[in-house]
């Protein structure tokens, strides 16, 4: 049989082409550890890197703000840290299972005194009319920007202040949040004086008063709090702490950070609190979670 005559070169050529080298088909690719170092911080030339030096001190925290507040969800209470340290704490009113309060980091931009209420367009809003600044307004005396359409205010509902019970914002009595917002403008507003601003709180009329200085807000769901040595466990308002078995752990954590360490822990008797406190709370002294001796508590507490 005759093969023509470009069939013939083919074969020829195609030995020759698979005999070439491997490396010269790879020219482009780099080879592998620097294309681990390449990809490790392409900003960066791999040869001005070096490991870290243990001997070298950490970098130091950032400093806690001057002052801040932290609203505690599961725990209806809001705290006034200054430079870290707690201070004042007021009981409020967060929204409830059907309307919670968004958590997460804020700044308090702005401080409305007097306010009128608007009824928002939401369903449970739909009877309910504008109602002007004074004593039963739903607003109270004065609201706290965090966002748009949230904030902290005041109320005239002050016998549901510690349980979940608004439609989102924070409610504060008003002989709270008045001194609260005193205490913001200090801060964030200081070329208003105080006399200034019970001025303009006394007139009754709606007064806006942007915040040169925004205040950091935090809003947390912290369901397992060491206070007084007793492990206090909140209402879960918000079914977020999952069974029992996660809050016997978060119970486990919580006494960890305060000394308690965990092969001290009375794992039966942190279940029979986590059990017994998922729904509505509960309390229990430490020394009743842990297999040393009261004493040893006590001295790991610092109490």
């Known amino acids: 049989m005759r093969h023509a005559p470009w069939k013939i070169l083919l074969a020829t050529l195609i030995p020759l082409l698979c005999a070439l080298p491997a490396a010269a088909q790879d020219a482009d690719r780099p080879e592998p550890d620097a294309a681990r170092e390449a990809a490790a911080d392409p900003a960066e030339p791999a040869a001005s890197r070096s490991p870290a030096d243990p001997s070298e001190p950490a970098e130091a925290a950032e400093p806690a703000p001057p002052l801040e507040l932290v609203v505690n969800i599961p725990a209806g209470r809001l705290e006034v840290l200054r430079d870290g340290a707690v201070g004042e704490t007021y009981p409020v009113s967060v929204g409830g299972p059907k309307h919670p309060t968004p958590m997460g980091r804020y700044e308090i931009s702005k401080a409305v005194w007097n306010p009128w209420w608007h009824p928002p367009k939401s369903f449970w809003a739909r009877n309910e009319k504008p109602a002007a600044p004074g004593p039963n307004n739903p607003m109270g005396r004065v609201k706290l920007y ?138 229990r002294p430490v020394e009743e979670l842990v297999s040393t001796s009261p004493q040893a508590v006590a001295a790991t507490l610092g109490r």
């Open 146 to 283: 965090y966002e748009p359409l949230f904030f902290i205010h005041g109320t005239p509902e002050t016998e549901k202040l510690g349980r979940p019970a608004s439609h989102g914002c924070i409610r504060m009595a008003n002989l709270d949040v008045v001194p609260l917002a005193l205490l913001l403008h200090q801060h964030a507003t200081p070329g208003l004086g105080r006399e200034e601003i019970e001025r303009i709180s006394a007139a009754g009329k709606t007064r806006e008063i942007p915040f040169e200085e925004p205040v950091p807000l935090s809003i947390e769901y912290e369901l397992v709090e060491v206070s007084d040595g007793r492990v206090v466990v909140h209402p879960d308002v918000y079914r977020r702490g999952g069974g029992r078995e996660q809050l016997a752990e978060r119970i486990v954590e919580a006494l960890a950070t305060h000394g308690v360490a965990a092969e001290s822990v009375d794992r039966e008797q942190v279940a029979a609190l986590a059990d017994e406190a998922r729904e509505q709370g509960g309390s």
